[in-house]
């Protein structure tokens, strides 16, 4: 039933409950902005702030193209045991798919990218021990560069007004030491 009303297996931004949602919640005014904007706060962490308001409208009118049960369901599955593995499909597909009981984790240690990694303290999404347990299966980890404001979080890093120096002026610093052939990864956890 909750899979009908979010549109099926693919949720998106134009399925009718969300329509619904941004019609009666995320309208233009002021006050319902603010509305719309706890739910998102609820979600990532609160930063009333740092918050550039004036975007809310603008993000709810252009929100993502949506996400499918299936990628949303994975991460569930990943926060649940704090792995990062591939999609448990139950042990009988699993035995199938991946010859084993058990989803098979991800091996990062394969990764060939060099990789500078920003997060804040006030992201829900990345908490401390999520970000030191990636740091240390990262085997090209550049700089672990934790954003110097306590309450920065998960939306903050594309609807902050101090994104540029608080992050993006350590992006564009790395950009511009690596020659422009080599590979590079920027990741907020």
Avoid at 141 to 160: I, M, P, Q, R
Wanted: hydrophobic fraction near 40%; charge should be negative; proline fraction near 5%.
């Amino acid at each position: 039933m909750l899979l009908n009303l979010l549109g099926g297996y693919k949720i998106s931004s134009n399925t009718k409950l969300i329509q619904q949602f941004r019609q009666y919640i995320c309208s233009s005014s002021e006050l319902d902005s603010r509305i719309c904007a706890i739910f998102d706060f609820v979600l990532c962490g609160f930063d009333w702030k740092s918050f550039n308001e004036t975007l809310t409208p603008i993000v709810a009118a252009h929100a993502s193209q949506g996400a499918s049960a299936k990628q949303i369901l994975h991460y569930a599955q990943m926060q649940g045991d704090l792995g990062f593995h591939h999609f448990d499909h139950g042990p009988v597909l699993n035995l199938i798919r991946y010859e084993s009981r058990d989803p098979p984790a991800y091996n990062l240690s394969q990764a060939t990218s060099h990789v500078v990694l920003h997060h804040g303290a006030g992201d829900w999404l990345g908490s401390d021990s999520d970000v030191a347990r990636l740091e240390e299966q990262l085997p090209n980890l550049v700089e672990s560069h934790k954003v110097n404001y306590d309450d920065f979080s998960h939306f903050d890093f594309t609807l902050s007004k101090d994104v540029q120096p608080l992050v993006y002026s350590y992006v564009l610093q790395h950009m511009s030491i690596w020659p422009p052939d080599s590979q590079i990864v920027v990741l907020n956890p």
